[in-house]
């Protein structure tokens, strides 16, 4: 952006400098006002001085022209280039933002199979309870398998339990990340005040 801001100063410049020019060739032409005395010829040496001035103005509009339209033609490719970025980043965007929904839509879904799990386990943490307590004479494996699911069960959930608190973990980390930077260019800048 500041390259346009740029191109956009040397372009007045220019302009600026042209309308001098342009004004005073208008003057050079206009001249003092005639009085009444009749038109004499110029001297010599003035009408090859004003010739040459002429020369040198046309040839200063000339190469001013032509930075005007270097200096058009750049601030073109510039907004070109800008249209482009715009492009690019509105595509980048929409492509982010259609990620985001999809990985929103895949928490949801795994979220409700996690919550599907626990309340099974917990059904069956229950069932194995109540096989146990009514069997009373049942045969000692089949308890310890009972026993066994139940603690699998358990060993489950904390697993399960675990992984949503690195979630929230890894959540967490860039937060705490940008508030501990933050604190530390405070203090610095607390320092040097």
Request: aromatic share 2%; glycine share 4%; charged share 30%.
């Amino acid at each position: 952006m500041t390259d346009i801001a740029e191109y956009e100063r040397r372009i007045a410049f220019a302009l600026e400098r042209i309308g001098r020019q342009v004004g005073a060739l208008q003057a050079r032409a206009a001249g003092p006002a005639p009085e009444a005395a009749p038109a004499a010829p110029p001297p010599s040496g003035l009408g090859e001085d004003a010739d040459a001035a002429m020369l040198a103005a046309a040839d200063e509009i000339h190469s001013l022209r032509a930075e005007l339209e270097a200096e058009r033609q750049a601030n073109a490719q510039m907004s070109d280039r800008v249209r482009a970025l715009r492009e690019k980043q509105e595509t980048t965007l929409s492509a982010m933002e259609r990620r985001l929904v999809a990985a929103a839509q895949q928490a949801e879904t795994a979220q409700a199979e996690l919550d599907r799990l626990k309340r099974a386990n917990l059904d069956l943490a229950q069932a194995n309870r109540a096989l146990i307590e009514a069997a009373g004479d049942a045969p000692q494996h089949l308890i310890n398998s009972a026993l066994q699911a139940e603690v699998e069960t358990l060993r489950a959930a904390r697993a399960i339990e675990a992984a949503e608190l690195d979630q929230i973990i890894a959540a967490l980390t860039p937060i705490l990340s940008a508030h501990e930077k933050s604190g530390h260019a405070k203090q610095e800048a607390d320092k040097d005040a």
